[in-house]
């Protein structure tokens, strides 16, 4: 058994704890928490298992790390504190853990990450013999190894598109909605996701991984923006009220151009309520899917549809990727110390699983 740390419980980590608990090959050794009203909760209460799992929350990092888990599963959010998380991955990795996070988009295409985030792992790997590995949904698994595998069911291929379409009033993190995305906010608002830049930041190192597997060029990586503002007020479940005349709904992609054309295509379509915006893409149920469009002879549209805690569709997202990751470290385990990325790591199947609660 792989002794492994869930370190953060909000919405990732309430996954990550269950992942850990159904996989046959690791043995959930402890949780960190951050919150002082987390501290001494069992593991099984916080994830949502409805049983106990006799592992009690702590916030000692120190004492955690010092018991040498073989594997960490980091799931704090490093969106607003990347500097802080960066130092949480370093030390659990010289501490000589296999380490799996989706919390730093820069590290996903980790052979192009920029040298202040590839440095200090690559330092911590030589130190303590661990290993990281980035990923997750989107950025993750629904623009790297899922279109990568449909292209290789068509005999010709013009391009790729990657869509994520998605109701973000499911989402629970209203800071990041409001604030980084803009929802809710007026139209003159610059939200931090969507500056000059940053999208490329978040999703281009899927595009150059799609460009390396299948063996292409990239002349250049460009950027589009749409924006559209609510028609009335809405009220959502989960963040109150959204003001009409504000932002209800973006569309941009990231566009891998290849001889000139964009032909590795990421597009996200995000509304708040699906009222805006009627005329672009949307799910086949309104609440939210990960699309891949294979251009060619054959065109080849796959979407996936993923729910968890309750039919909620960004909760079955995060699942997803918690379900990458963790299925990840028995194969980190057994690879030598370094720094990974998901054409480097096996998506496994989940041989042990079928049928385990």
Request: proline share 8%.
């Amino acid at each position: 058994m792989i002794p492994t740390v869930v370190w953060g419980t909000g919405n990732v980590g309430r996954a990550a704890i269950r992942a850990v608990d159904a996989h046959p090959a690791l043995d959930l050794a402890a949780v960190l928490v951050h919150s002082p009203d987390k501290v001494g909760r069992d593991a099984g209460d916080l994830g949502g298992l409805g049983r106990g799992l006799g592992v009690a929350a702590t916030d000692d990092i120190d004492a955690v790390l010092a018991a040498a888990p073989r594997a960490v599963v980091y799931a704090a959010s490093g969106d607003i504190r990347p500097d802080e998380a960066l130092a949480d991955l370093g030390r659990a990795i010289r501490a000589g853990a296999v380490v799996v996070t989706p919390s730093l988009y820069p590290l996903y295409d980790q052979r192009n990450a920029p040298p202040e985030f590839r440095d200090p792992v690559l330092a911590a790997v030589a130190h303590g013999g661990g290993s990281l590995f980035v990923s997750g949904v989107d950025p993750g698994w629904g623009n790297d190894v899922l279109p990568l595998l449909m292209s290789g069911l068509g005999t010709v291929v013009d391009g790729i598109r990657c869509q994520e379409i998605f109701d973000y009033s499911t989402y629970e993190q209203e800071e990041s909605v409001r604030f980084l995305v803009g929802m809710g906010q007026p139209m003159e608002y610059e939200p931090l996701m969507l500056a000059p830049s940053i999208p490329t930041m978040v999703w281009g190192g899927q595009i150059r991984l799609m460009a390396r597997a299948l063996g292409v060029e990239l002349d250049e990586i460009r950027e589009t923006l749409q924006r559209r503002p609510l028609d009335a007020t809405v009220r959502t479940r989960t963040m109150g009220e959204f003001e009409a005349g504000t932002q209800g709904a973006v569309r941009f992609e990231v566009q891998g151009i290849v001889e000139g054309e964009p032909r590795l295509v990421i597009e996200h379509v995000t509304r708040i309520h699906p009222s805006c915006a009627p005329d672009w893409p949307v799910p086949p149920n309104g609440d939210g899917a990960h699309r891949v469009i294979i251009e060619g002879r054959p065109r080849i549209e796959i979407t996936v549809e993923a729910t968890d805690e309750g039919e909620n569709r960004s909760a079955g997202g995060n699942a997803t990727a918690v379900g990458r990751l963790v299925g990840a470290i028995e194969w980190l385990v057994a690879a030598e110390p370094g720094l990974y990325d998901a054409l480097d790591v096996p998506l496994s199947p989940a041989v042990g699983r079928l049928g385990r609660k």
